[in-house]
């Protein structure tokens, strides 16, 4: 049998990944789908930015490019985050990734390593906590409670900080709740951060996507507090639906993204010429289409919420309640019928943290999740403040540190 290497057994595959592929084959095979899985707009590329990428078609501008990015886009970012955010970032402390999601994977590459530990809150985007464990480093779970909107409280995360803390990940608006973190509670962390000399990565991936008048400037919060100790990831494709032609970046002190650069060179090199090229036109043109984008959200987020309260059979805590459900018919289906939920919290991604009283056919009493990854549910078993996480089959996928 082959022998893969260790890192892959720490790793599972992007359930979102999973859920785009699925939907793709019944599509091709003419079922009509519905998909609730990756944050993909609706709306078609703003023409103005087609139009960029056609111009740098017919002027060839289709070869290599520096890896982390063309000076133009590179500045064209940092004065986008200097006329929304009123913070500087030089063109050497920027670099264009193939999405957010390198961005991400740069700068935790970058900066943590075998035992350390990386705070993030829980439900979470999947590839967040993956990305750690490919570091060698260990994801710390700070759970965020639905009675509170799922909240990114300060005293949660800093609660779980301990002297193997290297870093702090912020996902606001977070992926998968929409929840936020509020500037104060923002600020009470940096402060931390900055005596204690841990990092502060924040995913603002869907930061052109809120939709209240609520103050949610991130980045000069962290400017103000701990610059040198900020990384901030964003992307393209949210706000100007540019899901497919793969731009993000990062922004943060100069020696951390040219070590984001480095590892780049040896990766991917640069991101598309021609992509770029589009970004730019993104950045620096009209914004009326990012804010045509967000009004029709918003719009459909109303319609939503309002036919969602007048639905009598959803009155009550709809969420948990159905949640709750197919939980218990999903673990039916592997032979545990006398499952009683005690109580329950929408944890990890795509799945439910379930705290059961398990009476056959096993003598666990347990965090139980039900993960349904590759068919299999999982489970928890209790070693203390850590669980392993077991698939049906046994095999050890790997140590999720819950705070």
């Known amino acids: 049998m082959t022998k893969l290497a260790d890192r892959t057994r720490r790793i599972a595959g992007s359930p979102t990944m999973k859920v785009t592929a699925t939907v793709d084959r019944l599509r091709r095979e003419g079922v009509e789908v519905i998909d609730f899985g990756a944050g993909e707009p609706d709306f078609p590329t703003p023409d103005a ?23 133009d886009l590179r500045r064209a970012i940092g ?3 200097r006329a929304d955010y009123g913070v500087d970032y030089t063109e050497s402390e920027v670099i264009v990734t193939a999405g957010g999601k390198q961005a991400l994977d740069n700068a935790t590459l970058a900066l943590f390593g075998p035992g350390d530990e990386v705070i993030t809150h829980a439900p979470y985007w999947p590839t967040l906590t993956e990305q750690i464990k490919l570091a060698d480093a260990a994801p710390v779970l700070v759970r965020t409670h639905a009675e509170e909107g799922f909240a990114i409280r300060a005293n949660a995360i800093l609660n779980a900080v301990t002297p193997k803390t290297r870093g702090i990940l912020v996902n606001s608006p977070c992926n998968p709740t929409g929840a936020l973190i509020s500037e104060a509670d923002l600020a009470a962390i940096a402060d931390v951060a900055l005596r204690q000399d841990i990092w502060i990565i924040v995913d603002l991936c869907y930061e052109k996507l809120i939709y209240d008048p609520v103050p949610h400037n991130l980045p000069r919060v ?3 507090r701990c610059r040198d100790l900020t990384v901030l990831c964003g992307s393209a494709s949210k706000a100007y639906a540019m899901t497919g032609w793969r731009c993000g970046w990062a922004v943060g002190p100069a020696n951390v993204i040219a070590a984001a650069g480095a590892i780049q060179s040896h990766t991917t090199s640069n991101v598309t010429s021609i992509t770029q090229k589009a970004a730019v036109a993104a950045l620096t043109g009209s914004q009326a289409p990012v804010r045509a984008m967000l009004d029709e959200y918003r719009t459909r987020r109303d319609q ?10 959803m009155a ?21 019928e006398q499952v009683e939920i005690v109580e329950h919290q929408v944890l990890l991604p795509y799945g439910i943290d379930v705290r059961v009283d398990m009476t056959a056919p096993t003598p666990w009493r347990a965090a139980m999740t039900e993960a349904a990854v590759e ?16 698939s049906a089959s046994g095999d050890v996928t790997a140590p999720v540190v819950y705070a």
């Open 222 to 224: 962290l400017a103000d």
């Open 304 to 313: 939503l919420h309002a036919w969602l309260t007048a639905e009598p059979h």
């Open 375 to 390: 068919g299999d549910p999982f489970s928890a078993r209790d070693t203390g403040p850590a669980f392993h996480a077991y």
């Open 316 to 336: 009550g805590s709809p969420r948990d309640r159905l949640l709750a459900d197919g939980v218990r018919d999903r673990w039916r289906e592997y032979g545990l």
């Open 49 to 71: 930015i087609k139009a960029a990428a056609h111009a740098a078609l017919d002027q060839n501008f289709t070869r290599y490019t520096p890896s982390s990015g063309i000076a």
């Open 79 to 81: 004065d986008r985050y």
